[in-house]
């Protein structure tokens, strides 16, 4: 049974996990235990109550309640729905709220790299990717073009981030990720896991993407580095293989985002 509640007091608690609470916050909010984060849209909601996360509260623009956000509200049950007219929630939230519905999550426990390696074949490790709407759309690519797995570097944006999981259109709670320990001990780790390395770099002397070699290998780890800087050194230098998307009309590189498409593509085959 819902349970809908109309918003006359902006200033009332139960709403700060939706405009006065940083994300960094919500991390932290049960801490030790685990925190909490935003989810935008009811397709990307719908997504994470898919993959088993547990919603804490709703906040919904008025006319949504029997439209866009109708199958939201009977998943969630009895959960605080918070709800109002769009001027007011875009004085809440400080942004407008185009996809009608946010809601607010607890987190789970991470797995281990071991757990979501396991059955995997080829899989995406971003190093100090920062930018929430590159880690959303790399994640978007990889759930689509055959990837089974994320792990993400210390360095890297919460793919949880409202931005990040909203560019992903949901992708973050339907492929495996966790965070791994970078450069050491995860380069070890996956080398023992049985994959082989792939550093995605502008180095002329690298492999070519299409290189059979390449396709033929059970297990890849297709390695994507920062934006602007790229991978370190010390990565591609341990790395098993070198690998440069060819460019053509003078241009030297792709967005990460961008870069990461035409590898699973090529690599995910």
């Known amino acids: 049974m819902s349970n809908i509640i109309?918003?006359?007091?902006?200033?009332?608690?139960?709403?700060?996990?939706?405009?006065?609470?940083?994300?960094n916050e919500l991390l932290h909010?049960?801490?030790p235990k685990g925190g909490l984060f935003i989810?935008?849209?009811p397709n990307v909601i719908l997504r994470a109550l898919n993959a088993g996360f547990r919603p804490l509260s709703l906040l919904l623009e008025k006319k949504h309640i029997d439209g866009q956000a109708r199958e939201v509200i009977a998943r969630c049950g009895d959960i605080p729905t918070y709800t109002a007219e769009f001027d007011l929630l875009t004085r809440l939230t400080g942004f407008k709220l185009t996809r009608g519905a946010l809601c607010a999550m607890h987190r789970r426990t991470l797995p281990t790299v071991e757990e979501v390696c396991k059955s995997a074949r080829r899989i995406v490790v971003l190093e100090n990717v920062m930018n929430p709407t590159n880690v959303g759309a790399?994640?978007?690519?990889?759930?689509?073009?055959?990837?089974d797995a994320v792990l993400l570097t210390p360095g890297c944006s919460d793919p949880l981030y409202?931005?990040?999981s909203r560019v992903s259109m949901g992708t973050v709670f339907q492929i495996p990720w966790t965070e791994i320990n970078w450069p050491e001990p995860g380069m070890t780790a996956l080398k023992e896991l049985g994959f082989k390395t792939v550093a995605m770099a502008l180095r002329n002397d690298s492999y070519s993407i299409d290189d059979p070699k390449l396709r033929a290998e059970e297990k890849l780890s297709i390695i994507l580095g920062a934006e602007g800087d790229g991978l370190k050194d010390e990565t591609i230098t341990a790395c098993d293989y070198t690998v440069k998307i060819p460019m053509s009309h003078g241009v030297d590189s792709l967005n990460v985002a961008a870069a990461s498409a035409v590898a699973f593509w090529e690599l995910g085959k």
């Open 6 to 23: 109309e918003i006359t007091d902006l200033s009332a608690p139960e709403l700060d996990v939706y405009d006065r609470l940083s994300e």
């Open 29 to 31: 909010y049960y801490e």
């Open 39 to 41: 989810a935008e849209s």
């Open 138 to 147: 790399i994640f978007r690519s990889a759930a689509a073009l055959n990837m």
């Open 162 to 164: 409202r931005r990040a």
